[in-house]
Structures are given as structure tokens and as C-alpha cells.
């Protein structure tokens, strides 16, 4: 609705979590290196954390364009499934014949696979997003799949990434054989004021705006502080600013517009200029035009008096030289 007004070829707002928008802010350059440097090592278990909104998913989808040919990727989104499904879910994203029902066989399965991949010189990664929702059992479950090793190097790379309640569950002393096997931790921290206003104008030149500063510094500023410097909640709030600046012909987004998205994401309602506020805006200029009006009819009548005064006095003269004038 609003690219052509703003001159971008497509939305740059998008919460989609699209690798080609990732911006590297020096916490997710740190977290990707160590994600590539984990799994190429073959570091068996990796952790990553982050609050909600701050782009690990996209990270994610990063790191596989980055191990793309290099390893066969298991990209699990699910994290509610129970073990047998979640396995399931993994032999059919890494085109493994099940080769029986049971648990047991599909275990072998995956174990095959895994040894042909690595005699291949190959890696294989099992991704799992929002892994703060796996219950103990699971993910007891899933420690044993690192079982699968040679003498020399893990078969399979395991990366749980979730949010920080992830690491609460890993301390739990149930799982303190999980925690032991944990080779590397890394976390994505929200955006600084400075990497906000960054972040917005990477994803506008990326979106091919020709303005990277259509948003003010005000209103970049009102962005960070409401969003608290997470880059999904960033995207929310830009991508209403547009809308409500195109539908009041603004080319510059400033503070008034953002607040007026804010209000709207919060209570559903857009600010407008309230009714008493227009009532006294219109009393204010009908009496201002009231007040000019009688101020220039003032100064009518007392030139017209003017004018008659000075012509009665002209008249008493010439009179009074009548008389003293024979």
C-alpha cells in the first residue's frame, strides 16, 4: 500500500524471518561465528538464547545458507512434539528411510545415516527452535542421541536455541548430564539505540528506499525505548508508522506518528484531535476574525471623525475671518 509513496520495492518490514534482512549487530556477528565454529568442529551440543523477538530464528536460517552443501540440516519448529514424534519429524526432514515403526529401528535408521555422512566427509545438524518448551523427558531423550559418535568426532550436531527460560531448564539437576555435554553457549542481545536506528535503516536500503533517514531521530528514539530493542517489535512499530504516514501523506516519519502506532498497537484505536479540541480551535479563530474585525471598524470611525472634525474646524474659521475681515 505505501512502497510506491516511500519509493521501496518491497516491504521492509516484514516478520518473516528473511536472511537476506539479518542485520550483524556485533552480539549476532559473535553468535552466528560461534554457531558455524560449533557445528563445523562438531562440538555436540550448542545453546543459544535470546528473548523473544531478537532474531534468532532469522540467525538460524542464516547459518543454514552458510552450511548449505556442507551438512544435512534437520530444522526442528515444533518443539511441543514428544520424543517419537519429534524423531519421526527428523528422519523425514533428512529423507531417512524409517525402516520399521518401533523406536528402536528408526534409531538404527539414523544411525546409518549418520555413519554414511561422516565416511562422506559430510556433517549432519539437528536444529531445534524453542527448545525452552521441551519437557525433561525429551530432552534426556534427545542427550542420547549424542551418543552416536566415532572414537574421534560426534555424528550429529545438536543446536537447541530458545528463550533465556531455556537456561533454567538445563540447570535443573535432572538434566546435569545434559548440561556436562553443552560444548559452547552463546546468547543474542536486544539492539542499542545506535543499532535500532541502524537496524531501521539497513532494512529500508535492503527494501530500496532511496531516504535511509525517513524516519526521524525522535521518532527512532520512541521506537527504541517502546520496543526495548527488540528487532520484532521494531518491525511492528515501522511497518505501522508507514501505513499511518501514507494515509496522512507524510514523508517523514517523526514522533506523532510513531506514538499514534504505539496507541494503536496497545489499545486497537488510533489517536485523533479530540472534539473539544476542534470546538476550540474554531472559537479561537472566530474570535481572532472578530476581534480584527472590530479593531478596522475602530479605526474607520475614528477617521471618519477625523475627517468631519477637521472640515467643522476649517468651516469656524473661515467664519470668524468673515467677520474681523471688512
Known amino acids: 500500500m505505501y512502497l510506491t509513496f516511500y519509493g521501496l520495492a518491497e516491504k521492509p518490514f516484514n516478520a518473516t524471518p ?44 542464516t547459518l543454514c545458507q552458510r552450511l548449505n552443501g556442507q551438512s544435512a540440516i ?23 528411510a524409517k525402516g520399521g515403526e518401533s523406536r528402536a529401528q528408526r534409531l538404527m535408521a539414523l544411525n546409518h545415516f549418520l555413519i554414511e555422512r561422516q565416511r562422506a566427509g559430510q556433517n549432519t545438524v539437528l536444529i531445534i527452535d524453542e527448545a525452552q518448551n521441551l519437557d525433561v523427558a525429551t530432552l534426556e531423550q534427545i542427550r542420547l542421541l549424542s551418543n552416536f559418535e566415532t572414537p574421534t568426532s560426534k555424528l550429529l550436531q545438536i543446536l537447541l536455541v530458545g528463550q533465556p527460560e531455556l537456561k533454567a531448564r538445563l540447570n535443573l539437576p535432572e538434566l546435569r548430564q545434559l548440561k556436562q555435554r553443552v560444548g559452547l553457549r552463546c546468547q543474542i542481545p536486544p539492539l542499542t539505540l545506535e543499532e535500532t536506528r541502524a537496524y531501521i535503516r539497513t532494512r529500508l536500503r535492503i527494501a530500496g528506499a532511496r531516504d535511509l533517514g525517513l524516519f526521524a531521530d525522535s521518532a527512532v528514539d520512541r521506537i527504541s525505548t517502546y520496543s526495548g530493542g527488540i ?14 504516514g501514507y494515509a496522512d501523506q507524510k514523508r517523514r516519519i517523526d514522533r506523532p506518528i510513531v506514538n499514534q502506532a504505539i496507541e494503536y498497537l496497545e489499545e486497537g484505536t488510533r489517536q485523533r484531535p479530540k472534539v473539544r479540541d476542534l470546538r476550540e480551535s474554531k472559537m479561537g479563530l472566530l474570535l481572532r476574525w472578530s476581534l480584527g474585525t472590530l479593531v478596522v471598524t475602530l479605526a474607520s470611525a475614528v477617521a471618519a471623525l477625523a475627517v468631519k472634525f477637521n472640515a467643522a474646524t476649517f468651516g469656524l474659521i473661515q467664519s470668524v475671518r468673515q467677520l474681523l475681515v471688512p
Not at 549476532?28 to 532474531?55: D, M, W
Not at 515444533?78 to 533428512?94: A, I, K, Q
Not at 528487532?231 to 515501522?238: E, F, G, I, M
Open 18 to 61: 528473511d536472511p537476506r534482512f539479518l542485520y550483524m549487530t556485533p552480539g549476532h556477528r559473535e553468535a552466528l561465528a560461534q554457531l558455524f565454529y560449533g557445528t563445523q568442529e562438531r562440538k555436540g551440543f550448542i545453546v543459544l538464547t535470546g528473548k523473544v523477538g531478537t532474531g534468532k530464528t532469522t540467525l538460524l536460517h
Open 74 to 96: 534437520s530444522f526442528v519448529v515444533n518443539s511441543t512434539l514428544p520424543f517419537d514424534g519429534l524423531l519421526e519429524y527428523v528422519l523425514e526432514d533428512l529423507g531417512v
Open 231 to 244: 528487532p520484532r517489535l521494531v518491525n511492528t512499530v515501522c511497518d505501522h508508522c508507514l501505513l499511518f
